[in-house]
């Protein structure tokens, strides 16, 4: 807003990601009823340098002197971090004064009758024909095919799961017990077209393709290209605006589900996506409404790619660099940085895990979009490299005990409650002996958009690296110490 109005805006020396605290120097209109200092979530390199004319400066922070604008006259409104995302406490607030003070918007708006609506909708958009739908063990899938059983019936839907050999330890098996649905084994297929892929892109490209295939494939067997059937799916609300919702946001997230394939089906109108106006705890709730079971309505977000994603490749062998921080690994993982997303090395730090000192780092630093600290090791990384790595049986299988050791524990210990997610990632980088390595990611979000780092307590962190380093080739276990952003929740 300030520099279509003429203000002047220029790019800050220092980038500003996560935590801030905001001093509020006008306390009316979007800001009515927040105190004087208020948490805020900030994502942002840009600086407001001088307000276009009319307007004032509403809120600042130490690194960032504008921190909103306003034009009380005109009622123009302009805030730099986000109030959307829990991080911003009164961003709830904020958003009402500005929706239903500044605009007068009524409030209109009555959840109670949301599942009866979500129904009809279903009803409507399927018409005559039946459903189809992949289920992937997760919430969203879950809660979108109970929701079409319900409003379809249990004759016009049916249930398929595919096992793409990605999955987690068990998952196949708890699956078929907790959702009345028919096992597809395609692990040679998923296996096979993703041998001596490296990039995170293709990799989601291939495995998307892969759905597709075997989709066609099933849909082939069962005829249900024969009578009218379509295909549901449970995409959510940040699924569609990470990857479209905004001019270059397609380029932070690709989208888990629009390959070209789907991308089809859709444009010929064969879909039904019940929840794309939903974010994940909303979907739990409407979940628990439906009766589906806690236990399934409580399990941690796994993503739709499966372990694919939390097996990093490498195209070539590289050296591990030493800089005055620590170590700049050069095993690249994505992250999201302001508008775009990156595609960085790492920087490893040795001692103990501070995450102060780990969020300060990576906004100071360029050369990468993570730190993590150095938990235990089999030997010491001036000793390890980055190996050419693929994703390959063996070490699909090293991740999979690498997970299982981890969920049993952090089940076990109650940790599991503490965290939103916890993500365990293998990285190509060890001994020749032990050439891969183990990244802890367990964080806090309500929904993925915006996560921040839990640390863990001595002892348990100690437990699971005494366990992770009995593993078969692993050699060093890291913590990820960065808040998304800039780090993104998944390494890819
Ligand atoms: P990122 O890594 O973008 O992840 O911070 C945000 C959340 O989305 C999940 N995720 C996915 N979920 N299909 C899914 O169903 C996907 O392709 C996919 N990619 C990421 C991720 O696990 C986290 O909860």
Redesign the pocket.
């Known amino acids: 807003m300030a520099y279509l109005m003429n203000g002047y805006v220029r790019k800050g020396d220092i980038g500003e990601y996560g935590h801030a605290y905001a001093t509020i120097n006008d306390r009316s209109a979007i800001f009515e009823g927040v105190t004087g200092r208020e948490q805020v979530w900030m994502s942002h390199r840009d600086q407001v340098e001088r307000v276009p004319a009319g307007f004032s400066v509403l809120a600042s922070t130490t690194t960032c002197p504008v921190a909103a604008i306003g034009d009380h006259q005109r009622r123009l409104y302009g805030l730099q971090f986000h109030p959307e995302v829990v991080h911003t406490p009164s961003g709830g607030q904020i958003l009402s004064n500005f929706l239903f003070g500044v605009c007068g918007c009524r409030k209109d708006w009555d959840p109670r009758g949301r599942i009866a609506l979500l129904e009809q909708r279903i009803r409507e958009v399927a018409g005559n024909r039946n459903v189809f739908f992949f289920v992937s063990g997760?919430v969203?899938s879950s809660v979108a095919y109970r929701l079409t059983v319900q409003a379809l019936g249990r004759d016009r839907v049916h249930g398929a799961y595919v096992d793409t050999g990605l999955m987690r330890e068990g998952e196949t098996d708890f699956v078929r017990q907790a959702l009345d649905v028919t096992v597809v084994d395609a692990r040679e297929e998923f296996l096979g077209a993703l041998e001596g892929v490296v990039e995170p892109e293709q990799k989601?490209h291939i495995i998307g393709e892969q759905f597709v295939a075997v989709q066609n494939r099933v849909l082939n067997s069962g005829h249900y290209l024969d009578g009218d059937w379509i295909l549901g799916q449970g995409t959510i609300y940040p699924?569609t605006i990470?990857s479209g919702g905004t001019a270059r946001a397609d380029i932070i997230?690709t989208h888990?589900n629009r390959v070209a394939g789907i991308q089809k089906l859709i444009d010929e109108g064969r879909i039904i996506e019940p929840l794309t106006s939903f974010y994940k705890d909303e979907v739990r709730e409407l979940g628990r409404e439906l009766g589906l079971p806690e236990e399934l309505l409580d399990r941690h977000?796994?993503?739709?790619?499966g372990l694919a994603?939390r097996l990093l490749c490498a195209s070539q062998t590289e050296e591990i660099q030493k800089i005055d921080e620590g170590w700049l690994v050069p095993v690249h993982s994505?992250g999201v940085q302001g508008d775009s997303r990156s595609y960085r090395p790492v920087i490893a730090i040795e001692g103990k895990l501070d995450l102060e000192h780990s969020t300060e780092l990576i906004n100071r630093e360029r050369r990468a979009n993570r730190v993590v600290g150095v938990i235990d090791q089999h030997a010491p990384i001036c000793e390890q490299r980055v190996w050419e790595a693929h994703l390959t049986g063996p070490r699909l299988d090293r991740l999979r005990q690498a997970d299982a050791i981890v969920r049993k524990l952090s089940h076990d210990s109650g940790f599991d409650r503490q965290v939103w997610?916890f993500?365990v990632i293998v990285v190509p980088v060890g001994t020749p002996a032990r050439p891969d390595s183990v990244v802890l990611r367990p964080i806090h979000s309500v929904d993925?958009m915006t996560?921040q780092v839990v640390v863990m307590a001595e002892d348990l962190l100690a437990e699971i690296a005494r366990r992770l380093l009995q593993v078969e080739g692993l050699c060093t276990i890291f913590y990820d110490l960065t808040h998304?952003p800039p780090g993104?929740?998944?390494w890819e």
């Open positions: 997760g969203d989601r699924d990470e997230k888990h977000p796994f993503p739709g790619p994603i994505v997610q993500p993925g996560a998304k993104t929740i998944e």
